[in-house]
């Protein structure tokens, strides 16, 4: 099994930053994709932020240019540094992981999630 530990998340006033990391552990043989999701009151949840093995990056369109994703492969674990919030960017932010137990068997795994609140 593979356990996500994030941490990061809080309070923070508009324009603020904030930054998010997500700590893979368990039976990992290689991880396939590490990202993030949010999920507002009362919305889906969404796409935030996505990088590949290959570092292939992907980014909701709301995100782009104020988020940055990246990963560190030997410690798997995966960052969110957030710059310049918005009121609207005020969600419960969870961690993804898609990763290989062995060289055949692959699972999709989710973390607990951290409230990110955006507010004067």
């Known amino acids: 099994q593979v356990q996500l530990a994030e941490s990061g998340g809080g309070l923070v006033q508009p324009g603020g930053s904030l930054s998010l990391s997500c700590v893979a552990s368990?039976?990992?043989?290689?991880?396939?994709?590490m990202g993030w999701y949010r999920q507002a009151p009362g919305k889906q949840r969404e796409l935030v932020a996505t990088?590949?093995?290959?570092?292939?990056?992907n980014y909701a369109d709301s995100v782009k240019g104020r988020f940055t994703i990246s990963r560190d492969n030997a410690a798997n674990t995966v960052y969110l540094q957030m710059n310049s919030l918005k009121p609207e960017d005020t969600a419960v932010y969870s961690c993804?992981?898609?990763?290989?137990?062995?060289?055949?068997?692959?699972?999709?795994?989710w973390g607990q999630g951290t409230q990110v609140t955006v507010s004067s």
């Open positions: 990088i590949n093995s290959g570092n292939s990056i």
């Open positions: 993804n992981v898609r990763a290989y137990q062995d060289y055949t068997n692959w699972g999709e795994y």
């Open positions: 368990g039976t990992i043989f290689r991880t396939i994709a």
